[in-house]
């Protein structure tokens, strides 16, 4: 494998990995400040699918032809 692969596969895993723990942590510090379940539960998910969608958006439009 070409080392740049390994290296971009290295620091997809890690941003994922990053976004998960973010997530978690943003989960558990919203559930002791509100106690509330439901509203950790939201707003760690809307955290996650903003990391997340970054993790897909980001690359692609690195890698996009520059417009005419």
């Known amino acids: 494998m ?3 692969v390994n290296t971009i ?3 997809t895993l890690f941003a994922g ?4 723990g973010l997530s978690i942590e ?3 510090v ?3 400040v509100t106690e509330s379940f439901p509203a950790g ?3 760690a998910a809307a955290v996650l699918c ?4 970054l993790w897909v958006v980001l690359p692609r439009w690195r890698q996009a032809p520059p417009p005419r």
């Not at 990995?17 to 998960?20: D, E, F, R, W, Y």
């Not at 903003?50 to 969608?53: A, H, K, N, P």
Request: glycine share 8%.
């Open 2 to 4: 070409n080392d740049n």
């Open 9 to 11: 596969a290295g620091w």
């Open 17 to 20: 990995i990053v976004a998960l």
């Open 26 to 28: 943003i989960f558990i």
């Open 30 to 32: 919203t559930r002791l």
């Open 41 to 43: 539960l939201a707003i």
């Open 50 to 53: 903003v990391l997340l969608g």
